[in-house]
């Protein structure tokens, strides 16, 4: 018996298992001796197809509790949970590992509900919960008050957190659910702690926008004499590129090279990540060249660098490199992928994409179907957008937000409103986005009653405070409307933090040269502020500063133009060719031109028959 049990200790394979399970039954050890039988079914559960799993489950003769909890674990593994449910009721003994695997497959395949209504049962019946159970359940609370709930009962009982595994499972739910000082309290209370403790801390404090105080705690950590991991230091990248921290993310990037985590993908992507908030997209592009790792994720996370610095075809030449290695696109890579193909006109890339999408099994994730629908709405190809929304089977309010969106842009105002409606009678409360589209559908059309009843009623009927961009579009709607002096009293009221890009040009635009000077100026120097190469607010002062005769103040905007060196933008127009791969670019007042000839040439001949089918 020994003998075999060390062979099967050793067993790496299905074909060594398979021999010494020949063997056994050969030699009649397998049926009769429950161990033996017990450690093939184990390994068949885990080297094994699911039929080679239930034989060997069926061979044991006197199955007992680890038979028993082997054999639901597969089904667990493979996602059956109806099986794995009806194999746990008619178990003849159940132990804490029982409810444990059955708890766990609940909650892996999304039924929450019942995995907390089984831990409720669980205790009911007197099994004692481990550590596990506690860390099993606390990582999918539906509510931080059910947290506080397993917290008390901890406490009631005795538990000081002396085991870590409790500990990190509260600090990392508190965190999940926002509470990160009582997060930090279960920190403080725990008897031992180690690295994942300190990484659920910092992390919690990442995720929940404290950034700041997750740096902080990386140096305490350091300070204590415990050694980061890599996830440690990603974490930290991160909090780093959420307060755009350039030089504390350079020294976290030094210690990643130093400590030799660099090649950790977690740690390089985040790196990579942490450069490209901090604006500084050349020194991602020098990272990722020098790693020279074609992984997933750090293919994953230039190409979203890229997209965020409107450098869509460098991102869209890593995606094809990406391929030709076989490397797989996921839903992340085709959802950033697709919300930049539609700057490539016509949208020849992005249904190549879609083709991608179906191809790879995507169409029906929630996130790359709202990307989709985007891209299709950015493109002008509405219908097509509406066809990928209805046949959604799960619409979450980003993809409603999506085509909302998508159909304000394309001047599809009624149906907008419409979809709104329909939206609102699914029982989903809309967000700030949301009524963003609505109000802006209203701006677009013209709809000022609907436009006003709307965000009078949007605090009270659907719990969504009105923000700046809110009130701009409602400014916007009542300068429509001829209702200026209305309009400049709200803007009045408001302070100059307030006033966004939009709203101060909305009060140069309508109001800028003949109006209150005092607001003229308050809206000029906040725009200068938010947009500091526009040359719109210097132009609307000059003019205003002329129209009243004051040409020395003329003389000072114009010097403070030529200090900060302030010209005009020139504009610009482009084509697609050859299905969107190529593109030209015509710049404004632009005479030389490669090719320029031929172009004013055919234009010439165009208006040339313009004119005579205008003399017909």
């Known amino acids: 018996m020994v003998f075999f049990s060390t062979l099967l200790n050793h067993c790496l394979s299905l074909n060594s298992l398979k021999l010494i399970h020949a063997q056994l039954i050969k030699l009649s050890l397998c049926n009769t001796n429950t161990f033996l039988g017990n ?36 089904f667990v593994d493979f996602g059956d949970i109806k099986s794995a449910r009806q194999v746990f009721d008619e178990m003849p003994e159940r132990d804490v590992v029982s409810w444990n695997e ?98 659920s ?5 990442s995720k929940t926008g404290h950034k700041e105080l997750a740096y902080s705690q990386f140096c305490t950590m350091r300070r204590t004499y415990y050694s980061p991991d890599a996830y440690t230091v990603s974490s930290v990248l991160t909090a780093c590129s959420g307060v755009q921290d350039l030089i504390k993310g350079r020294q976290i990037l030094c210690l990643s090279v130093k400590s030799g985590f660099l090649s950790n993908t977690i740690v390089s992507s985040a790196a990579i990540n942490m450069f490209s908030k901090c ?15 074609w992984d997933s994720a750090v293919c994953n996370s230039m190409i979203s660098s890229f997209t965020n610095h409107q450098l869509e075809e460098n991102a869209m030449r890593v995606f094809v490199i990406s391929v030709s290695k076989n490397i797989k696109p996921t839903e992340f890579t085709l ?31 929630p996130v790359v179907s709202s990307s989709l629908i985007d891209m299709y709405s950015k493109c002008g190809l509405c219908d097509a957008a509406k066809i990928i929304f209805d046949r959604m089977d799960i619409k979450d309010l980003v993809s409603w937000n999506s085509m909302i969106l998508g159909l304000t842009f ?28 609505v109000l ?11 436009g006003l009843t709307l965000f009078r009623s949007m605090e009270s009927k659907y719990g969504v405070k009105p923000t700046d961009t809110h009130l701009t579009f409602i400014v916007e709607m009542m300068m429509c409307a001829g209702e200026v002096n209305e309009a400049m009293k709200m803007i009045t009221t408001l302070s100059p933090n307030r006033m966004n890009g939009v709203l101060c040009k909305l009060v140069l635009g309508y109001y800028g040269v003949e109006g209150d000077l005092e607001l003229t100026e308050r809206a000029a120097e906040r725009l200068a502020k938010l947009e500091p190469m526009s040359l719109f607010p210097y132009m609307v002062l000059v003019k205003a500063y002329e129209a009243r005769g004051r040409w020395e103040s003329v003389a000072r905007v114009k010097k403070v133009m030529k200090d900060r060196n302030i010209r005009k933008v020139v504009g610009c127009s482009w084509i697609g060719l050859d299905g969107g791969y190529g593109m030209v670019v015509f710049k404004e007042n632009e005479v030389v031109h490669h090719g320029g000839e031929d172009v004013y040439s055919t234009l010439r001949l165009l208006m040339q028959d313009v004119e005579d089918e ?3």
């Not at 508190?174 to 031992?192: N, P, Q, S, T």
């Not at 490539?344 to 029906?364: R, S």
């Open 201 to 205: 801390l910092i992390a919690g404090f």
């Open 102 to 199: 059955i708890i766990s497959g609940y909650c892996s395949t999304g039924f929450v509900y019942h995995a907390f209504s089984l831990f409720t049962e669980m205790v009911a019946s007197g099994v004692t919960p481990s550590g596990h159970t506690y860390s099993i359940v606390l990582s999918f609370v539906p509510s931080v008050c059910h947290g506080m709930q397993i917290h008390s009962s901890l406490i009631t009982k005795g538990v000081k957190f002396s085991s870590v595994i409790i500990g990190n499972s509260l600090i990392d739910m508190y965190c999940k659910h926002g509470c990160i000082d009582y997060a930090f309290g279960v920190f403080l209370d725990m008897e031992d702690i180690d690295v994942v403790s300190w990484n």
């Open 39 to 74: 450690r093939c079914l184990d390994l068949y559960s885990k080297f094994g197809t699911i039929k080679d799993t239930l034989q060997a489950f069926h061979d044991i003769r006197h199955k007992n509790v680890f038979s028993w909890n082997i054999y639901m674990r597969v």
């Open 440 to 450: 802006l559908a209203c701006v677009y059309g013209r709809l000022i009653d609907k």
């Open 335 to 365: 959802s950033c992928l697709l919300s930049s193909a539609s700057v490539f006109l016509p949208a020849v890339q992005g249904t190549q994409l879609h083709c991608l999408v179906v191809k790879l099994g995507f169409e029906w994730d």
């Open 614 to 616: 205008s003399y017909k």
């Open 279 to 293: 604006e500084s997209i050349k020194d991602s592009v020098t990272l990722f060249d020098n790693l020279g790792l």
């Open 410 to 437: 394309n001047g599809k105002t009624e149906e907008c409103i419409d979809l709104f409606r329909e939206l609102v009678k699914t029982g989903l409360s809309p967000d700030e986005v949301t009524l963003n589209g």
